[in-house]
């Protein structure tokens, strides 16, 4: 079946625009994850979503970052007046996990790359 | 911040060689996983071993967990020129949601 699709996979933004980075997750997974992967780094956890609830997102960088999964499936990210330091890869993740237990596989996107000028 | 810690940060082994790999933790976990990332790709996950498991198989791939040690192995044994990627350790923790605490990474590159 199809596995975690993430758009755009390429994104280049001047300083101050907002961007929106879109995550469709595998079909009937409870969880989605957001992470952050900058350049030569392992990824770094964002916020976590089980259904439409978003139940941590204490990786949040700043409050410009917001994330929504407002009917339990399709995700999106939002960065406001993006900065240099939010250039990076942003990877988006799913599980059947429904019980927030740490036990199911996450599987990942291709990822956005981000890039802010 | 980053709870693993891959050794070495970098590989470089001949085809047909092992490639043995190395993570250490910090904190109490439920579960290790190992991921495998090609450059500009996502993440592949390979393995995943239990905090109550010792030692796991898949295919060409051994994972051990040692949780006296706070401390994980990957073995590819037989290594082909496609294994060359980045392999990661990211760790499930104890009373945590399901988030994954990644670390550095280790690059790999076999060569032909």
């Not at chain 2, 904190?27 to 290790?32: Q, R, V």
């Not at chain 2, 996983?33 to 060409?60: A, D, F, M, P, T």
Request: some cysteine.
């Amino acid at each position: 079946g199809a596995g975690v699709s993430q758009s755009p996979r390429y994104k280049v933004a001047k300083r101050g625009q907002d961007v929106a980075l879109r995550c469709d997750p595998i079909s009937g997974h409870v969880s989605l994850f957001w992470y952050q992967q900058a350049l030569g780094q392992g990824p770094e956890f964002l916020t976590y979503f089980q259904n439409e609830a978003q139940l941590d997102k204490s990786g949040l960088p700043s409050d410009r970052f917001f994330a929504e999964r407002p009917e339990g499936s399709v995700s999106t990210l939002k960065i406001q007046r993006t900065q240099q330091e939010d250039s990076a890869v942003y990877l988006c993740a799913s599980s059947w996990a429904g019980t927030g237990g740490s036990l199911d596989t996450q599987y990942f996107g291709p990822g956005t790359r981000l890039t802010v000028l | 911040s980053q709870q693993g810690e891959e050794d070495p940060q970098a590989l470089s082994i001949q085809e047909g060689e092992n490639a043995t790999m190395n993570c250490s933790y910090k904190t109490s976990i439920n579960n290790l996983q190992w991921y495998r990332q090609n450059s500009g790709r996502g993440l592949v996950h390979l393995i995943l071993i239990r905090s109550n498991e010792r030692e796991k198989h898949s295919g060409r791939l051994r994972v051990t967990l040692d949780t006296s040690k706070k401390s994980s192995s990957l073995l590819i044994t037989a290594s082909r020129a496609a294994d060359t990627a980045s392999y990661f350790c990211a760790t499930g923790l104890t009373g945590a949601n399901s988030k994954l605490t990644f670390g550095k990474g280790i690059t790999l590159s076999v060569r032909p």
